[in-house]
């Protein structure tokens, strides 16, 4: 039931507690960021550019706040994530952007933040700019019903993204991070 | 002596029952405590976030979602001995026993002894609490729906004097034939299935079609006596799920009786849906006035560069007009550019000529907002005669006013910035072609066009969830059939953009802001932006 069965798997898939099939595959993957412009929680305008090319890595997922299943685990797992990486050098940088602009309002991204206690920067925006985001990070699946579980990591200046596809737990997660990002 | 037993049994289930059902819907074990459980192997969740209602649903027959499936968990798919005869998302095992599904819920082991995937959290559990799932997850979905027996589904749709007459007809007229085409198509459908009955999926396809029997519920009176009518015809005879209707201002009276029966009211046709969006049961085709509102809230804040001038809004004091009032300054205050005065406008009176003339000089508004009745905005476009005061915007909405039956001088119509949400067809061509197909091969043509086109949906909504559900006949299910079915749906053009999702109950989001040009019909209206508040 997992999202890759036979893809290739990532050694550290080993690592799972539990016996059951690895559900997650890791890649090197090399995204243009579209030049747009977003909104975030605040409902201040944030560039996505500039926004992911300052002087911290980032940490990248999709979700949108009406989705009661997988988006909760994920954003429960980056929180988690947040903890697992207190301890590194360079303090990382979550980003989560919505793929359901049409609902997800500043103001429904804000309360979603607040009901989990994440801290980080929540995106949404006009319909055709979010889903060129989307489609700029293989993250759109023609639906929000169909969305990946996709997380992406990239060092401070690196051109390359690391793309973690499918769930993990949060120290496959860390342990993905610190092997990839600096 | 055993009889007694099994009363005092059956008593402390009943509040076993609802506890667990707290706890699979809320997350709250007894006393209110949050439940907590490991996800993803080592991810703590805790409380809303770890109910079981997320993954599994209210209908407990599970969800498929970008490649992960969480499976059925109602009582006949976990206790039943035949699991491939519930719902779309089982897979075959042994039945579970009260003990195995302990051991499932707490360490993910499944009654063949398979490991669960990890996204099924590992719950900790007291042993009270275990209990109280244990014994609701025994009676969920467990009794068969209202309204739905082997040969039919019984549907009805409400109506009342309250909504205009071209309205309700509409929306009568073509559940009526929708219903009398289907159940006709269903007597091929159940031919053609009898003869494959052989075939693997023959027999589930025989138990999907079901004829549908339509009551139409005509409310008398006004609206306060509207509960009592609709308990009597309820009790009479529960319908599986209320499609469409149209009973005018007073629909949220409807949705609060169906909210009380959790009875799925699909797409009914009313711009004055329940003020909070709270509820399951009711799915809009979009919050009406109140969209309205917003949008021109947001295009009169934030659309132009001379953002600060002084507003205007004239609307009717009735219920419409208030709801489309209070919306618009609650927007209007967040944003909070330019001056803002409003005024009421008397359903039962026509201003003429000199009432608004004298108004639009005392208030020398740069924006008018005119939220009136058709007279009302006729007879006020007769200020175009004095020009030198015009405001330089003008903005009317479709909840209010259709442009093909106002005339008013070029003048007026070129300020006209009029909010509309559904959608416009390109060039000369129809934007609904399939719907009016259907109407001009029924002859059905003439009826007013807008709620026929809603009504029409309506039907292939529900069609379509019914055939996706197969005969998993659950009144949550359909609303949740339903939730990912609308999501961008193809099944019909009446909005540009149509989004659903979990929980989301309005279909449209936006609209257009359109302009007045020369012309017939829609063909009338100019595109010039989109807002989605």
């Not at chain 1, 060092?155 to 600096?182: C, F, M, P, Y």
């Not at chain 2, 711009?271 to 295009?299: F, H, Q, W």
């Not at chain 2, 399939?434 to 109407?439: D, F, S, V």
Request: proline share 5%; net charge neutral; hydrophobic share 40%.
């Amino acid at each position: 039931m997992s999202a890759q069965t036979s893809a290739a798997v990532d050694e550290h898939a080993a690592h799972r507690e539990m016996a059951a099939a690895p559900s997650y595959r890791v890649s090197r993957a090399e995204y243009a960021v579209p030049d747009i412009v977003l909104t975030d929680e605040q409902g201040q305008v944030v560039d996505l550019h500039t926004l992911l090319s300052g002087d911290r890595p980032v940490a990248v997922n999709f979700i949108f706040t009406s989705c009661t299943t997988i988006c909760p685990v994920m954003t429960a797992t980056m929180l988690q994530l947040q903890r697992e990486l207190v301890k590194e050098p360079a303090k990382p940088m979550f980003v989560s952007i919505s793929i359901d602009p049409d609902y997800d309002s500043a103001t429904m991204l804000s309360a979603y933040a607040k009901r989990f206690g994440a801290d980080w920067t929540f995106l949404t925006g006009e319909r055709a700019d979010v889903l060129k985001v989307l489609q700029a990070f293989s993250a759109w699946r023609g639906s929000k019903n169909n969305h990946a579980a996709i997380t992406l990591f990239r060092s401070v200046g690196a051109d390359h993204w690391t793309r973690v596809e499918g769930l993990a737990s949060a120290r496959q997660l860390a342990e993905i991070w610190k092997k990839n990002v600096s | 002596m055993l009889v007694c037993t099994a009363a005092v049994a059956h008593a402390a289930s009943v509040d076993s029952v609802a506890a667990g059902r707290r706890l699979y819907l809320e997350g709250l074990g007894q006393g209110g405590n949050p439940i907590v459980a490991t996800v993803q192997g080592d991810v703590a969740v805790t409380g809303a976030t770890a109910a079981c209602v997320g993954c599994h649903k209210r209908s407990g027959l599970g969800v498929s979602e970008g490649g992960q499936r969480a499976l059925a968990v109602t009582g006949p798919a976990l206790f039943g001995s035949d699991t491939s005869r519930v719902g779309n998302l089982t897979r075959s095992r042994t039945a579970y026993t009260d003990a195995t599904l302990a051991r499932a819920i707490s360490q993910g082991i499944a009654a063949d002894g398979q490991i669960l995937d990890p996204l099924m959290p590992r719950y900790r559990l007291n042993a009270e609490d275990m209990r109280a799932l244990i014994a609701f997850l025994h009676r969920l979905g467990a009794e068969p729906a209202p309204g739905v027996n082997e040969n039919e589904l019984e549907l009805a749709t409400i109506v009342s004097a309250e909504a205009p007459p071209g309205e309700r007809e509409a929306v009568t007229t073509v559940l009526r034939r929708f219903v009398e085409m289907k159940n006709g198509g269903t007597r091929q459908e159940e031919k053609r299935a009898a003869a494959s009955r052989r075939h693997a999926y023959g027999e589930k396809h025989v138990r999907a079609f079901r004829k549908w029997k339509l009551s139409v519920w005509t409310l008398d009176g006004p609206a306060s006596g509207w509960p009592a009518q609709l308990e009597a015809r309820y009790g009479g005879r529960p319908p599986f799920a209320i499609i469409s209707g149209a009973t005018g201002p007073d629909w949220p009276v409807v949705h609060e009786f169906c909210e009380r029966h959790e009875l799925p009211c699909i797409l009914p046709v009313t711009d004055l849906p329940a003020e909070s969006a709270a509820g399951n049961y009711t799915v809009y085709l979009s919050a009406g006035v109140r969209l309205d509102a917003r949008i021109t809230a947001r295009s009169i804040t934030k659309g132009y560069d001379d953002v600060d001038g002084r507003i205007l809004l004239l609307y009717v004091d009735d219920q419409r007009g208030r709801a489309a009032q209070r919306a618009f300054l609650e927007a209007w205050l967040e944003a909070r550019r330019g001056s803002l005065t409003m005024r009421a406008i008397d359903p039962g009176s026509t201003p003429t000529y000199k009432d608004w003339k004298d108004v639009i000089h005392r208030e020398r508004p740069d924006v008018l907002v005119a939220w009136l009745l058709p007279p009302q905005l006729q007879s006020l476009t007769s200020i175009a005669s004095s020009a030198g005061t015009l405001p330089r915007r003008i903005y009317t909405a479709a909840s209010f006013t259709d442009w093909s039956s106002i005339h008013a001088l070029p003048i007026f119509e070129q300020r006209v910035l009029h909010v509309y949400p559904y959608s416009l067809g390109a060039a000369g061509l129809s934007p609904f072609p399939r719907e009016e197909a259907w109407l001009r091969s029924q002859e059905l043509a003439d009826l007013e066009r807008i709620p026929a086109v809603e009504a029409l949906f309506a039907c292939h909504a529900i069609g379509e969830a019914m055939a996706d559900m197969a005969d998993n006949y659950s009144r949550d299910y359909l609303i949740e059939t339903l939730e990912h079915m609308l999501d961008g749906t193809a099944m019909t053009t009446i909005f540009p953009v149509t989004t659903l999702g979990t929980g989301q109950r309005f279909l449209a989001k936006g609209a257009y802001v359109v302009k007045l040009a020369p012309g017939q019909g829609t063909a009338r209206y100019l595109n010039s932006g989109w807002i989605q508040p």
